[in-house]
Every structure is written in structure tokens, then in C-alpha cells.
């Protein structure tokens, strides 16, 4: 079979030797897209990372593909309804660190209470002073998580070793776990009128998108905080921007945002300025946040610790020989 590693790194390549023997193996570092799909028309199986676009204009230029493997836990970056209507199996991995990702949100968090990218700033230019730099404490606030999967449940756990209180809301609410980690469910409304900083765990899809807009920032608590590790049309950007001028909110903390590839790609975004593809106003807003003192943007870096990158990869591979061997697992579709 025909095998397509996009968004290749070097240090991936070990882990899939073992296919070498009895598949022709690919690696491409570019991602997959309209463009780069057209020089693999051919493959049977295709790996991707979060920065492919797996949209029906790529996906229509491939004659026999069967299988896709998506090193991530999110599947947004790929047309599900497409694949499933043309019998094409796609995987994720489901689980690789929910650890990684809360250990994240805190970082994110901590790094708003303690002011730290300010502080080391000032310390880098040998400026001492402690002037503006008062935090506060993570002990005794509210928290509010969105979506109680297994990288919500796990930011519970952090939360509750800072003491905080933890208010939950999902659409499928897990009450053993709320049991046992000794959180409570509220509605939506209620999570974000009594919530000193909201955390967000929800997957990126079309029930999710803009989950926060105007009226729910209008119900949240003046001064508080955003935290975002889980994709970046979850939050309509333009009323983020809205929200934090008037102080609605008085910081936010982000690993993702939309147009987020646009951002990361210098060619990407040029791209964008001549295609309809990419929503300017969106784009725009990104970079007004990337420049706020009270906004800490981190790359979409949530999962890229070497324990968890090691375990994702180890996982689709396995994902793969699942696959080739007739009994898949971890399939969204
Ligand atoms: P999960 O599937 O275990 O949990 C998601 C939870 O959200 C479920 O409990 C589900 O019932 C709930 N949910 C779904 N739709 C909802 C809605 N409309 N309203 C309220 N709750 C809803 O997923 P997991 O592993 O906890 O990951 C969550 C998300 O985090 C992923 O889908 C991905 O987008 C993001 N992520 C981000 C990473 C990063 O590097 N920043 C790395 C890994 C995941």
C-alpha cells in the first residue's frame, strides 16, 4: 500500500520503519492540501498532523483512499460527512495526554495570575521593579470548565489541587466523575454568570462554533478569565476583542485560535489575501490580540511535551497496523 506521512518531522521516521518492508512509505513534510494532494493521488493511506486541510476540494483529488490517520485528538481539520459517504475510515488518537493539555491550562493561567511574561520581560532588561506586577491567587476562585471529556476531568483535578471550586458544563454530563472529583454541574448560563475563569474542553464542530459570542460574554463576571486549549472557532474572536476592551474580561489565556494556520504561514496568509477562503475581520482580530498586555497566546503548543508527542506517534502507527490489519480502532466515522 501506498502510505503518506504529511507534516513529517525527522524524529517521526523510526516509528513507522517497521511499515517500510511491505508498503511504499512517503514522507512529506509540507501538509495536506488542494495543493500538495495533488502529487499523491495515488495513496491508500494518508497521516496528517492539525495543520492539514482535509476539506472535499483535497479530498476528491484522491482515486483509492482508504484510510487516514490524524496524529491529534481533534478531527475538525478533516470532512467527516465526505469520508464516511466515499467509505473512507479515519482515526484519531483519543487519548495521548490529557495531562499535557491541563498541565497547559495552568501555565496559561498561572502566567495571567503571576504576570509572568511581563515580569520576565522586566527582569531580561534588569529592571527589578515589582511596579503593576500584583497577581492574584488561583485559591478560593471559581473555575467553570466546558466540556468534561478526559482533558476537562483532568483540569478538575489540577483545579482541586489548587483549591479552587470547579463548576461544570457538558452536554453529557459525567456524574460519577462529578461524584468522585467532588465538582458540580450547572447550566451553560449559570457556569459563566458565577465563574471567575472559564476553561474550555470542548472538540471544534458545528454545535461548538462561537459557543462563546456577545450574549454569553455579557452574562460572565466582570474582570473575568478566558482560558482556550481547545480550538479556536469555539470562541467568536471578534467578541473576545470586544469583551476584553471593556474589561468584560480582564485577561485570557490561548493555545488556539481561528485562522490559526493563516497566522502560522507567512504564505498561507498572503494566500489568504486573494482567496475568499480565510475571513479578513477574523485574521485581523488575531493579530490585535497577538499585540494585548493581558492576552498570553501560546502556538497550538498545549500537546508538544516528549512524553506526549512520543505517545501520539506510537498510537497512529498502531492506528495504522490496526487498520491494514482488518480491524481498525479509534475511528470517528
Ligand atoms: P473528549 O471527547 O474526551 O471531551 C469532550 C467533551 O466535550 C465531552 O465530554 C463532550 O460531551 C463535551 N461536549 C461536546 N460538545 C459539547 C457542547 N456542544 N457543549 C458542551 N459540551 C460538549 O475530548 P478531550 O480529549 O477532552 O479534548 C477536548 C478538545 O481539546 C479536543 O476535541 C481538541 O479540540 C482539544 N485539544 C487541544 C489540544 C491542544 O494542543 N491545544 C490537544 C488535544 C486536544
Redesign the pocket.
Known amino acids: 500500500m501506498k502510505i503518506v506521512i504529511f507534516e513529517f518531522e525527522e524524529w517521526e521516521r523510526p516509528y513507522f520503519d517497521h511499515f517500510m518492508d511491505k508498503n511504499d512509505v512517503i514522507f512529506e513534510q509540507a501538509p495536506l492540501d488542494e495543493q500538495t494532494a495533488s502529487k499523491y493521488q495515488d495513496a491508500d493511506i494518508v497521516s496528517v498532523f492539525i495543520y492539514s486541510d482535509l476539506g472535499c476540494p483535497t479530498l476528491k483529488q484522491f482515486k483509492q483512499l482508504k484510510f487516514i490517520a490524524t496524529r491529534?485528538?481533534?478531527f475538525?481539520h478533516i470532512d467527516i460527512p465526505y469520508c464516511t459517504q466515499k467509505g473512507i475510515k479515519v482515526s484519531n488518537v483519543?487519548?495521548y495526554?490529557?495531562n499535557t493539555?491541563a498541565e497547559?491550562v495552568f501555565a496559561l493561567l498561572l502566567s495571567i495570575s503571576h504576570k509572568i511574561p511581563d515580569a520576565v520581560n522586566r527582569t531580561r532588561q534588569g529592571n527589578f521593579s515589582q511596579e503593576g506586577l500584583q497577581g492574584f491567587d488561583l485559591c478560593g476562585k471559581t473555575i467553570g470548565i466546558?466540556?468534561?471529556?478526559?482533558?476537562?476531568q483532568k483540569t478538575i483535578k489540577i483545579a482541586k489541587g489548587f483549591d479552587m471550586d470547579v463548576l461544570a458544563?457538558?452536554?453529557?454530563p459525567?456524574t460519577i466523575a462529578a461524584k468522585k472529583l467532588d465538582f458540580s454541574y450547572v447550566s451553560l448560563q449559570n457556569l459563566l454568570s458565577q465563574s471567575d475563569i472559564i476553561s474550555l474542553?470542548?472538540?471544534?464542530?458545528k454545535?461548538?462554533y462561537h459557543?462563546l459570542s456577545n450574549p454569553e460574554f455579557s452574562l460572565m463576571k466582570k474582570g473575568a478569565i478566558l482560558i482556550n486549549?481547545?480550538?479556536g472557532d469555539v470562541v467568536d474572536v471578534k467578541a473576545l476583542l470586544q469583551a476584553l476592551a471593556s474589561e468584560k474580561l480582564s485577561a485570557a489565556g490561548l493555545?488556539?485560535l481561528p485562522e490559526e494556520p493563516t497566522i502560522r504561514e507567512e504564505s498561507e496568509l498572503l494566500r489568504s489575501l486573494f482567496t475568499e477562503k480565510h475571513n479578513l475581520e477574523t485574521l485581523l482580530a488575531d493579530h490585535v490580540l497577538l499585540h494585548m498586555k493581558n492576552v498570553v497566546i501560546t502556538p497550538?503548543?498545549?500537546?508538544?511535551t516528549k512524553e506526549a508527542v512520543a505517545r501520539i506517534i506510537q498510537k497512529t502507527v498502531k492506528n495504522i497496523d490496526e487498520f491494514c490489519e482488518g480491524r481498525p480502532t479509534h475511528l470517528v466515522n
Open positions: 491529534s485528538t481533534g475538525d483519543p487519548s495526554g490529557e493539555v497547559h466546558i466540556g468534561t471529556g478526559v482533558i476537562g458544563y457538558d452536554i453529557e459525567d474542553h470542548v472538540p471544534g464542530n454545535e461548538t459557543l486549549t481547545a480550538r493555545d488556539v497550538h503548543s498545549a500537546f508538544n
